[in-house]
């Protein structure tokens, strides 16, 4: 054979051999989308009876994960101790304490702790029971949690029970059983035994099942459980945050001449008083601060106090006034022609001279106007003058046209005033049904979570509203029973047996621009 064809043979059999060896990605086939299976077989059986054994093994068909077992393990009732989980080849291993109680159903539910390794999969609520007395317990409770504030679902609330008529067991005992409500605020509770309870729920900040700080959220069940029926269905149970009387947070001196007074607590809040009073202050609510300006030239040292909280206010190293930089803003947004605008300087106004202040369009008209400043908050304008449809204004203020609590204002300030076409706004009709005329309402108009309008409604079975020059978009309406007449929605509180105040949100037909939508809404909580 010639050396030339031996070589020809050598490489094809070099590259049948290199093709042979090298490997080939998967044909595919199908996503795993199931969650891991138990093979029974192989696994402790769920459900027994006179239950006695140590560990518990749960063995599946692929290699699994655990994940965040500490916050998704649910054991009802408790466990003297947590018990230990663990994971050894493909089964999920659980180490019991000891002294686990005498004729008793326990549920060890691992909510979505358990995964396959590949792909995620999880397999929900898998619940281990066992009794180690003879019967297994089997009443079911099933129930939803509602934010009282939203009125929407509740997640990943604790649903307790405890022992009926022991009021003050959620401030000092851990529950006798206990679950987690899922995304849509639904919780049931299996394996009951036949007894009497109190429902309770609870968003525990701290994980040592008690209501025992003031951010955690709470509500509860009015009446008591009683579990003589295999199946029970509870009514909606409202979550709402502590009623926290109002306080002091916080007390700044930015600058001289500036006081904020940070509260906190439910609404109303106390004006708060100066010890001493300043005379002539000039004061402002900002949400939940309260704003005291006074003359830069002096000093102040003193106390703010509201009902049963004092605070002291702190003394200024550098005297200097620092005020922030004077500017002013439109607040009102895209105007319609018959609208007053609501201009914004952060520094309250004093005093006016229109003299120095010229309203004019593009083209340099100059146009009449009238300038006052608003009673509320002296930090506000209102500006009223014969706008024209779809003509862009421009408010200029030389030096001097201002003058606030700091002194005259030295910026020239300007202010940009669009005006638009009526038909790009819309009005909206509102009529509420089913009141109770010895009642006291509260209806407010929100966008995007904004409140647009605020009606309180006394001695009247229909209310009715009507809303023009709107702007488009997706309006909600939040009615509110004011049984004590603050003018807010006020919170539940347990020491009181007080539950929440009733409310209903109702989200409206979408307004657009040109149109008029009438909306018929009614109150049945």
């Known amino acids: 054979m010639s050396s030339s064809r031996f070589r020809w043979l050598y490489l094809v059999f070099l590259g049948l051999a290199v093709a042979c060896a090298s490997p080939r990605p998967p044909t595919g086939g199908e996503k795993d989308i199931l969650?891991?299976?138990?093979?029974?077989?192989?696994?402790?059986?769920?459900?027994?009876?006179?239950?006695?054994?140590?560990?518990?093994?749960?063995?599946?068909?692929?290699?699994?994960?655990?994940?965040?077992?500490?916050?998704?393990?649910?054991?009802s009732p408790l466990m003297p101790e947590s018990p230990d989980v663990k994971l050894k080849g493909k089964s999920v291993i659980v180490a019991l304490p000891d002294s686990?109680?005498?004729?008793?159903?326990?549920?060890?539910?691992?909510?979505?702790?358990?995964?396959?390794?590949?792909?995620?999969?999880?397999?929900?609520?898998?619940?281990?029971?066992?009794s180690t007395g003879p019967v297994l317990d089997s009443v079911t409770v099933y129930g939803t949690v509602v934010d009282a504030v939203t009125l929407l679902p509740a997640e990943d609330v604790l649903v307790m029970l405890h022992p009926a008529n022991a009021d003050s067991a959620i401030y000092t005992t851990k529950p006798d059983y206990i679950v987690r409500s899922d995304k849509e605020g639904k919780w049931r509770l299996d394996n009951i035994r036949a007894d009497s309870f109190s429902v309770m729920v609870l968003v525990d900040e701290n994980l040592n099942f008690l209501y025992d700080l003031e951010t955690e959220s709470f509500g509860w069940f009015d009446e008591v459980l009683v579990t003589d029926v295999p199946k029970i269905i509870l009514p909606d149970i409202l979550l709402f945050p502590k009623d926290i009387q109002p306080a002091l947070a916080d007390v700044i001196h930015p600058t001289q001449g500036w006081l904020k007074i940070v509260l906190r607590g439910r609404k109303p809040w106390p004006v708060p008083e100066l010890k001493p009073a300043i005379p002539n202050a000039v004061t402002a609510w900002e949400a939940d601060t309260f704003n005291i300006w006074y003359p830069p030239s002096q000093t102040y040292e003193?106390?703010?106090?509201?009902?049963?909280?004092?605070?002291?206010?702190?003394?200024?190293?550098?005297?200097?006034?620092?005020?922030?930089?004077?500017?002013?803003q439109n607040s009102s947004g895209k105007l319609a022609p018959y609208q007053s605008v609501r201009l914004f300087t952060p520094i309250p106004i004093t005093a006016i001279d229109t003299s120095f202040i010229r309203v004019r369009t593009?083209?340099?008209?100059?146009?009449?106007?009238?300038?006052?400043?608003?009673?509320?908050?002296?930090?506000?304008?209102?500006?009223?003058?014969?706008?024209?449809?779809?003509?862009?204004?421009?408010?200029?203020?030389?030096?001097?046209?201002?003058?606030?609590?700091?002194?005259?204002?030295?910026?020239?300030?300007?202010?940009?005033?669009?005006?638009?076409?009526?038909?790009?706004?819309g009005d909206l009709a509102i009529t509420v049904n089913g009141l109770e005329n010895d009642k006291t309402y509260i209806m407010r108009?929100?966008?995007?979570?904004?409140?647009?309008?605020?009606?309180?409604?006394?001695?009247?079975?229909?209310?009715?509203?009507?809303?023009?020059?709107?702007?488009?978009?997706?309006?909600?309406v939040e009615i509110i029973e004011d049984l004590n007449e603050s003018g807010f929605w006020d919170t539940g509180d347990y020491s009181a047996r007080r539950q929440p105040e009733r409310k209903m949100i109702f989200d409206l037909e979408s307004l657009r621009a040109a149109w008029e939508v009438n909306s018929t809404i009614t109150w049945q909580p």
């Open 445 to 476: 108009l929100i966008l995007s979570g904004r409140e647009i309008a605020k009606h309180n409604i006394r001695q009247d079975t229909v209310f009715e509203a009507v809303h023009k020059t709107l702007l488009p978009g997706k309006y909600q």
């Open 100 to 130: 686990l109680k005498e004729e008793t159903t326990y549920t060890i539910n691992f909510g979505s702790a358990i995964a396959d390794l590949n792909e995620g999969n999880i397999l929900e609520n898998f619940a281990f029971v066992f």
């Open 302 to 328: 003193g106390l703010v106090r509201v009902p049963g909280d004092t605070m002291e206010i702190p003394t200024l190293r550098d005297s200097r006034s620092t005020p922030d930089p004077v500017f002013m």
């Open 35 to 75: 969650p891991p299976r138990i093979i029974s077989e192989e696994s402790t059986p769920n459900y027994q009876t006179n239950f006695s054994e140590k560990e518990i093994t749960i063995t599946f068909d692929e290699w699994v994960t655990l994940k965040d077992v500490l916050s998704q393990l649910v054991i």
């Open 362 to 425: 593009d083209s340099m008209e100059q146009i009449p106007f009238e300038l006052t400043p608003e009673s509320e908050d002296a930090r506000y304008v209102i500006l009223k003058a014969p706008w024209k449809s779809s003509t862009r204004y421009t408010l200029v203020a030389a030096p001097g046209a201002f003058t606030n609590v700091f002194g005259p204002v030295t910026d020239t300030l300007f202010s940009i005033i669009p005006v638009a076409e009526t038909d790009e706004f």
